[in-house]
């Protein structure tokens, strides 16, 4: 028999740092984790979260075991519990599961999982009505919904002609596991960001590999003060947001930082960008001057979307392909919150987002008593 809709106050869709966040937040903010259902809890203040994955961890779950603790660029704390001192050799997509387990149990968070969202609606055109999360596992009306869904969902593949003709392999960096597995082959790695620099310096120690990007990268010293650095760039792509624009990403919006080891491999001529190519052959690429590379595998480093899929039939798209939002709020939609968007799709700014939203959300649990379910 179809399970019944469950009334909950808050639906926190997804469980990285930013649903972790705005989960622990929420609980401090008075609401009550329902994650076994009852009539007797007032439903206004139970919040369920839904996470996609298996386990803990959000996205750190599928990072590849080379970016270790030591490679990764400064991962903040989820709010309220240190994480253990990590061991720099030990993998990402180990530590950071693990920790995140320990916190779920910690903060007793209510994380159903698997339960993948796959849409949200509104279940009419009352602007203080519910909406309808609707999962692999029921459905849930809720009086708000905080989306922390990220983005490695959601890989990014351009478009380039002859694509389908390549005999070699070709990959995004979602799908990356070691530079092991192009040992001795010529590899093209495709894009501008930091997966696309890190990948090609260690792809570059057992393979060849030559780097195309769209335009040439822009290289900046390691800034005097990395935090003011950090907030110019989020607030480059705030001000996007606020426009109603596609956020973008962070490197987009300051270029690349030369680290010691990347100055290394410059110098040891594995960092020479190429235009574009042109065209994608059987057996490599045409390149922009006319030429030809040979080639093995293509790695699209060309970045990840926010996954917002299942927000579609809510509409919130404007035209100028972006979400208009006010802070965390998505403008056109108040009972919508995304974290972990646009300039918030950091640790540090995931933390920071969750938190707003949970404190916005805060108005529910008094609004809640005057309105009908
Ligand atoms: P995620 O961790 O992606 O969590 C989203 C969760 O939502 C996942 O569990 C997913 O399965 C789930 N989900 C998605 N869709 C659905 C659905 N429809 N239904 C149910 N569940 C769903 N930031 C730093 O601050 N420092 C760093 O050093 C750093 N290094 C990075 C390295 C790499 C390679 C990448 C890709 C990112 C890095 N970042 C770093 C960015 C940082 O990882 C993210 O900004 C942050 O972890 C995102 O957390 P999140 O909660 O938004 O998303």
Known sequence: ????????????????????????????????PAAVPSRTSAEHRGFVVLDG?????????????????????????????????????????????????????????????????GAVRRVDDDPRGRLLVETSAGTWSARAVVNATGTWTKPFWPYYPGQGEFAGRQLHVADYVSAEEFSGRHVLVVGGGISAVQLLVEISQVATATWFTRRPPVWIDEPFDRQEFGRTAVARVEERVRQG???????????????????????????ERHPMFTRIERDGVRLADG?????????????????????APLGLRGPGGGIVMDKTMVAAEPRVHLIGYGPSASTVGANRAGRDAAHSLAGLLTAGEAWTS
């Open 245 to 271: 624009l596609p956020p973008g990403s962070v490197v987009s919006a300051t270029g690349l930082i030369w680290t010691p080891a990347l100055r290394a491999a410059a110098a040891r001529g594995e960092l």
């Open 291 to 311: 030429g030809f590379q040979r080639a093995d595998a293509i790695l699209w480093a060309t970045g990840f979307r926010a996954a917002l899929d299942h927000l």
């Open 1 to 32: 028999a179809e399970t019944p809709v469950r009334p909950v106050g808050v639906v926190v869709i997804g469980a990285g740092q930013a649903g972790l966040s705005a989960a622990y937040h929420l609980r401090r903010r008075g609401f009550v």
């Open 53 to 117: 994955e298996a386990g803990p961890g959000g996205a750190w779950r599928h990072r590849w075991r080379s970016l270790r603790m030591a490679t990764v660029n400064g991962i903040y704390d989820l709010p309220g519990m240190a994480q253990p001192e990590p061991d720099p050799c030990e993998p990402s997509v180990d530590a950071l599961p693990r920790y995140f387990a320990a916190y779920e149990a910690e903060h007793e968070l209510p994380v159903l999982r698997p339960v993948r969202v």
